[in-house]
């Protein structure tokens, strides 16, 4: 027989650096492939333990982590190589995707909101996941026109298909 080649898709993805137009910040994404719920439970005191705001969310093929907190690159690359050390993946960190697949439901796993976070990030998120909307400061933000202190930088994210 013969083989199909592989149908490319283009899909909304999110760099993980930010800017206010001085300076380039830098967000922690990881994503988990098949995850066990040992994996889950790692994942999770893994996250605690680093005194960040993030999200966690299912996908059709695993998970989704979306750090909200912006930092210093160094800062980055030690909490991404944490979760490298300990949940290992074939996954650079680098974008995220935020389009949603044909036919994927995600769900809300987790989150903290305890730590400084971008709200223009959370808006994102908080239109998928009404739950996120409870944050203390979401609906002020909502209310002062939505201002934007850091940039978030979108990227074409490609995704292959059999």
């Not at 993980?16 to 988990?32: A, D, P, R, S």
């Not at 912006?70 to 290992?88: A, G, K, S, T, V």
């Not at 796993?109 to 203390?136: T, V, W």
């Amino acid at each position: 027989m013969f083989n199909r080649k592989p149908k490319i898709k283009m899909m909304l993805g999110l760099r993980n650096i930010v800017t206010n137009g001085k300076q380039w910040k830098y967000l922690l994404f990881y994503e988990i492939d098949n995850p066990s719920e040992g994996d889950i439970k790692i994942l999770h005191d893994l996250l605690e333990d680093m005194s960040i705001s993030y999200i966690v969310y299912s996908t059709k093929a695993g998970l989704h982590v979306v750090g909200l907190s912006e930092m210093e690159d160094l800062e980055r690359y030690y909490r991404f190589d944490y979760l490298q050390m300990n949940i290992p993946e074939y996954y650079s960190g680098q974008t995220i995707r935020v389009s949603r697949k044909k036919g994927e439901k995600q769900e809300l796993l987790f989150y903290n909101l305890d730590h400084e976070l971008m709200l223009n990030l959370l808006h994102i998120y908080a239109r998928r996941f009404p739950e996120l909307q409870k944050y203390k400061y979401y609906q002020d933000w909502i209310n002062l026109g939505m201002p934007k202190v850091w940039h978030l930088v979108p990227e074409k994210y490609w995704t292959y298909k059999k």
